[in-house]
């Protein structure tokens, strides 16, 4: 019998241009890009246009595809009809995602560059008008003239974002744009490979990222930073869970042996954007929280590497935008169908049907204790 991988873990299912993760060494290449190199200092627009293109465009080139993504921001009627729906039964947000992206392919022609545009260009969108729908609030009119960042806190919010907020977004966005073959994107793969729209694989990575073993650990990091409160606590609650067997949320990583380097990425955005905005005492708390619970995880487990991941300052981060742990994994689907996009476009120029094999375990030799055969009518 061939050896078996359960999960397919550390099994190679693909080739890719878009990224790399090397865990060992505590790396993020994006498309030739260390993330720490891109993500602090492009707009999302540079970073999409280089997952999809394959090289980050000149001023013409930005420029005409900033606009492209603008005419596509709005919302057929049959999505806000959906939203409106959903919102009035209280859904959660990525619920709502789910629900209205394969909507977004209505009386269009499948076009697979067209299909990847109009998904990245309207998932900001989707996700603001719903959040303002849910909390009875009027979805606002699409600005074309903002940013793809500001265009998302402008939905959300309604008000014209500072810099300093746009660029913190920014680089969350950038930052997890693409991240090698998890789960929602090997799930896009699989559908798109089948010769299916990109409407539909990326309806099918929503599905994936919804699951809390993917998309939902930043919200249980921040609430361990709210429920500790002050820095003299941090000790006792954490020793506390420590104790329990609780996992600390927002440490360790299945790929990275050694510090997430999209972590540091976000503690450098978070530490600028809290000197400038937002609550700085929250942020010396979270700074606080931190070293205390590296500490002790050193301390309990010496023989592992547990180091902060992408989860503890994405929650810090966006927290500070203003956004609540109920946005956060619509967030992440913000930055992440950029991606979803690419790998779609990927496999689709690859050609190949993924079909993996999988183990019989159940029973064999049963036999079906046949009656007689009925009588014709």
Known sequence: MDPMSEGLEDVVAASTRLSHVDGEAGRLTIAGYAVEDLAPYGRFEDVAYLLLHGDLPDDAARDRFAGDLAERRGLPRAVLAILHEVAAAGAPPMDALRMAAPLLSLGREEHPIDDAMTAIAAFPTVVGAYWRLRNGLTPVPVRPDLGHAAHYLHQLFGELPSVERTRA????????????????????????????????????????????????????????????????????????????????????????????????????????????????PLYDLARAVEATALRLLRERKPDRRLDTNVEFYTALLLHGLGLPSALFTPTFAVGRVAGWAAHCLEQLREGKLIRPRSVYVGPTDRRYARGPAPAAA
């Open 169 to 280: 977004l920014d680089t969350y966005l950038n930052t997890v744009c693409d991240h090698g073959l998890n789960a929602s994107t090997f799930a896009a793969r699989v559908i798109v490979s089948t010769r299916s729209d990109i409407i539909s694989a990326i309806t099918g990575a929503v599905g994936a990222l919804k699951g809390p073993l993917h998309g939902g650990a930043p919200g249980p990091a921040l609430d361990t930073v709210l429920e500790i409160g002050v820095p003299e606590r941090a000790e006792a609650v954490l020793r506390a869970k420590l104790d329990r067997g609780d996992r600390l949320m927002g440490f360790g990583h299945r790929v990275y042996r050694v510090r997430d380097p999209r972590a540091d990425v976000l503690a450098h955005a978070a530490e600028r954007f809290y000197a400038s905005d937002g609550d700085r």
